[in-house]
């Protein structure tokens, strides 16, 4: 009985330890805008004093490479990395569409410069298929995080409406609010 007792506890503390499934790169995308809107919001109403910079699009990096890992595990990895790669130029080129024209300079005309440029050749010549696949996506991720990045810069400057506004994200799920003097 103790052998059955402590298979079923070994059971259910490997069951627990099971990671969170990873978040499709779209979904990601939402979530992570989302959070950089709540964000915004904090720090315009001065709740924000004292953290961290909350405009830095690495959210864009965590989607991108959880999307990278799902697609290793998938059962088509290479056409996966492709889609994936594609979904990430297709969000770069919406954001890009909606961000106004630089005025002046600055750092949002550097980033935005940054995100419209393109590299000086293939950054993945002479790779495998394989790796080829993956520095595509990575690249993707890369320039996805630069036009994510403007954004969050205009839309700090108060130079745009949210993302879900501009037609490039949904609109977040509301906020549940919580009982005063409980996490």
């Known amino acids: 009985m103790r052998a059955l007792l402590a298979i079923l506890l070994l059971a259910g503390a490997a069951r627990a330890e099971e990671p969170a499934p990873i978040p499709a790169f779209e979904p990601c995308m939402n979530a992570e805008i989302a959070r950089f809107e709540r964000d915004l919001r904090r ?11 909350f405009v830095d699009g690495r959210g864009v990096e965590v989607c991108g490479v959880g999307g990278i890992v799902r697609c290793d595990r998938s059962a088509a990895p290479l056409p996966c990395q492709h889609a994936l790669a594609e979904t990430q130029e297709q969000l770069r ?34 790779m495998t298929p394989v790796l080829a696949a993956w520095c595509a996506a990575r690249e993707a991720t890369r320039r996805a995080e630069l036009a994510v990045l ?8 108060g130079a745009v409406e949210p993302a879900f506004r501009l037609g490039w994200a949904e609109a977040p799920a509301p906020v549940r609010p919580r009982a005063r003097g409980r996490p």
């Not at 720090?43 to 910079?53: E, I, T, V």
């Not at 403007?150 to 400057?157: H, K, M, S, T």
């Open 43 to 53: 720090a315009r109403s001065g709740l924000y004093a004292g953290l961290a910079p």
């Open 93 to 126: 080129g919406a954001v890009l569409e909606s961000l106004p024209a630089p005025e002046g300079p600055g750092l949002y005309r550097a980033v935005h410069a940054l995100a419209k440029g393109r590299s000086a050749g293939d950054d993945c010549a002479g």
């Open 150 to 157: 403007a954004y969050q810069i205009a839309r700090e400057n």
